[in-house]
């Protein structure tokens, strides 16, 4: 692994539990102004780092509750007027401190020793609609998670009590963690370039750097967290939005592999990207549409990452779609659907046994010339992943191929996202107007993220490339940056 050196540059005050010298003839002062008993007695929080990127670790303690045998610590965040959280029951040690990075939690999210438990496991808010995303839309801004410990073991009930008061005063202490996507060293350029509509972020300076495309699903729009953190380790990556964004179509039905294809030649034409071949990335029929792009662009691209996707074509998506002829696409079965409490479960709407597949569906992906990194989770409910990749590289191995690589994960679901973002197992689908069951279980799906993550940068380090680079968290509301350099491997 590469390197780290660390120097934090910060300014941040904790009120401690108990002032350590105090001088009666002198008020106690915060930012200024007097403070509160209360203020006074409120335990310290301390998470290093303060201002970070969404998928480093961080550690969260909590000191000065020895007088509390039971602490929450709970976890909030608000995105797009969309709220989730998450919280723990701890047990202080001797010496009144809480560790969420060694000290188990006994009950709450999650249970056991999980560092990052309070954001990986976190789900909507009290409230909150059905198959509600966590996903943030303006990279340029950090997600800000709010940490608050509590004395006594509280539960959701407690949180969302009208007895506002009675939480009030069970609050020990607070703070306010910064996690980034984009680096401060990080341009953001919105592309509208011929037919092409996204957005390119690339690390400061000329390059050139290795380029990767980036695609989602049926989302629509242009998802940019992605993009925007690859950028921070190095990469110029391009946010390609291919329906419901701007003025391309609303419907993906309509779009053509020619449009992925000029974008490709977009990149490989653009002075700040290498032009020896890129790579691409996409999640769900996003991963299905650049395993498509493979078979088309032959050496432009080198490397290609397919996150629970398929080799198959498929009704209504693009890869089916190429220069207007349309490929023969899979069976599908809408008297397996089932629907119970307005969530929809469309795992068996698609084949997900081997006699159930039309092998003369499946991409010619002989064709490609790049290395295949297939991810997948083994609880995937939206379609059998798992069993299209397998196939998929059954087929090319049938044809003399050893350019792939299956990573799949047992209790992972559908949407595998950089770590630590939360498990999203109930996702509203915009295009059917329901909420479809993704799958997933959050312990099993947070590890899959953080290995998967680890695994897809260094699959486009080897086969596309890599630059020096600086990662930097930008200062936002008066927390100074951190520094990382990263040398090359």
């Known amino acids: 692994m590469a390197s780290i050196n660390i120097a934090r540059k910060s300014c941040i005050f904790y009120r401690m539990s108990r002032p350590s010298r105090p001088r009666p003839s002198r008020p106690f002062l915060v930012f200024g102004r007097p403070t509160s008993s209360v203020e006074r007695k409120m335990a310290k929080f301390i998470v290093t780092p303060s201002a970070s990127f969404i998928d480093e670790t961080i550690s969260v303690c909590v000191y000065g509750v020895h007088k509390f045998p039971n602490v929450t610590i709970r976890a909030f965040v608000e995105e797009m007027g969309r709220t989730f959280e998450a919280y723990a029951h701890f047990i202080p040690d001797v010496n009144g401190a809480v560790k969420v990075d060694s000290h188990p939690s006994i009950g709450g999210s999650f249970k ?34 709010h940490l608050t410990a509590y004395k006594g073991f509280l539960s959701t009930d407690d949180f969302n009590s009208s007895n506002i008061e009675s939480l009030t005063q069970s609050v020990l202490g607070k703070t306010t963690v910064e996690r980034w996507y984009m680096g401060k060293d990080v341009d953001r350029i919105e592309v509208r370039s011929g037919n092409i509509r996204g957005t390119l972020f690339k690390p400061k300076g000329k390059g050139p750097f290795p380029g990767i495309i980036d695609l989602f699903g049926a989302a629509g729009g242009n998802i940019e967290f992605r993009s925007s953190l690859f950028a921070t380790y ?50 769900s029929s996003g991963g299905q549409a650049v395993l498509k792009l493979s078979t088309i662009c032959g050496l432009k691209i080198k490397a290609c990452v397919c996150i629970s996707g398929t080799p198959f074509y498929t ?18 079965f809408l008297d397996r659907v089932i629907r119970e409490d307005d969530i929809v479960d469309v795992s068996r709407y698609w084949p997900y046994k081997r006699e159930d597949i039309d092998y003369t569906t499946i991409m010619n992906l002989e064709d490609a010339t790049c290395q295949f990194l297939f991810i997948n989770g083994l609880d995937d409910k939206s379609w059998s ?42 996702c509203y ?21 953080e290995d998967s993550w680890e695994k897809t940068l260094a699959f486009f380090k080897e086969h596309v490339g890599e630059s020096d680079h600086v990662r930097s968290v930008p200062s936002f509301g008066g927390i100074g940056a951190i520094m990382v350099q990263l040398s090359k491997l």
């Open 234 to 283: 190095g990469f110029a990556s391009l946010s390609l939005a291919y329906f419901a964004y701007e003025d391309l179509v609303t419907d993906p039905n309509e779009v053509d592999m020619v449009y992925f294809e000029e974008a490709v030649d977009w990149m490989l034409n653009n002075p700040f990207v290498m032009d020896s071949g890129i790579g691409v990335i996409g999640v």
């Open 315 to 332: 009704p209504n998506e693009p890869a089916r779609l190429y220069k207007g002829k349309e490929s023969t696409c899979l069976n599908i």
């Open 112 to 145: 056991g020793i999980m560092p990052m438990g309070l954001f990986t496991h976190m789900q909507p808010s009290t409230g909150q609609k059905a198959g509600t995303r966590l996903v943030k839309k303006d990279v340029t801004t950090p997600l800000l998670f």
């Open 429 to 449: 689908h915009k295009l059917v107007s329901v909420v479809v069951n993704y799958g997933g279980y959050p312990d099993e799906h947070s590890v899959a993220q």
């Open 385 to 426: 992943s798992d069993l299209f990749s397998k196939l998929g590289c059954e087929y090319l191995k049938e044809h003399g191929k050893d350019n792939w690589k299956i990573l799949s994960y047992p209790g992972a679901g559908h949407l595998i996202e950089p770590p630590y973002a939360p498990l999203c197992s109930l």
